[in-house]
């Protein structure tokens, strides 16, 4: 099946700080979503986003299906923001299931 | 618009009891449906998918079984609960295949 690289694995900012999450993916995908996964363990949808570049507010992303890649960009930082990041595909001939990476664990201290 | 709702939150049941979680969705018709696992924290796997009433598809082998009664209504179940079905229980629906995935507030599940 389709596999799904994120990095990095963990990322300590300051307030205020800006990052870039990667997500690298092995097959051509059809979907391709980023969810922010907060301390109570609620998945909320960021961006569905299988080719192009989208922004909303201080986040936002870019997916090169070509090169098989996907970042997410976090600017300003604020300690709302973290949590756990995950990238999921689908792809690899699947049309139903979402591929998870296996996250980016974000901590942003004031 | 759409609303998952998931219950219960937290659920504590020892091995070798009976499980039953319900998913509904609200605000939309005919909707995959999706049963997922997160355990240890990270990753999610898919367990079951349903693309109609009665239409169940299993992505991997286990103690557990799905079910979609009703259009908007899927629940996932176990005969028997080993410790090892302990986890994080999320559902979640979409319009269609290839369409993006939102998802319930998940069930706590903790086997003694």
């Known amino acids: 099946g389709i596999q799904v690289e994120q990095s990095p694995p963990d990322l300590i900012l300051q307030e205020g700080a800006n990052s870039t999450l990667r997500c690298n993916f092995s097959?051509?995908?059809?979907?391709l979503q980023w969810f922010h996964q907060n301390p109570w363990g609620q998945l909320i949808n960021l961006f569905y986003i299988p080719s192009g570049t989208k922004q909303n507010g201080r986040l936002s992303a870019t997916t090169v299906a070509t090169e098989r890649y996907s970042l997410l960009y976090i600017s300003s930082s604020q300690t709302t923001d973290s949590g756990v990041y995950f990238c999921a595909v689908q792809g690899g001939g699947s049309n139903y299931k979402l591929t998870f990476g296996k996250g980016t664990l974000l901590t942003v201290n004031p | 618009s759409q609303t998952i709702h998931q219950w219960p939150a937290t659920l504590v049941q020892p091995v070798g009891s009976p499980l039953s979680l319900e998913c509904t969705v609200e605000g939309t018709s005919n909707p995959n449906l999706y049963w997922y696992r997160q355990a240890a924290g990270r990753g999610l796997q898919l367990l079951f998918y349903s693309v109609g009433i009665g239409q169940i598809s299993s992505e991997v082998p286990q103690n557990l079984s799905a079910s979609r009664p009703q259009d908007r209504q899927f629940i996932l179940s176990s005969k028997k609960l080993l410790l090892s079905d302990s986890g994080f229980y999320l559902c979640?629906?979409?319009?269609?295949?290839?369409?993006?995935?939102?998802f319930g507030d998940g069930t706590r599940l903790s086997i003694l």
């Open positions: 097959d051509s995908v059809n979907n």
């Open positions: 979640a629906w979409s319009t269609g295949a290839e369409q993006p995935q939102h």
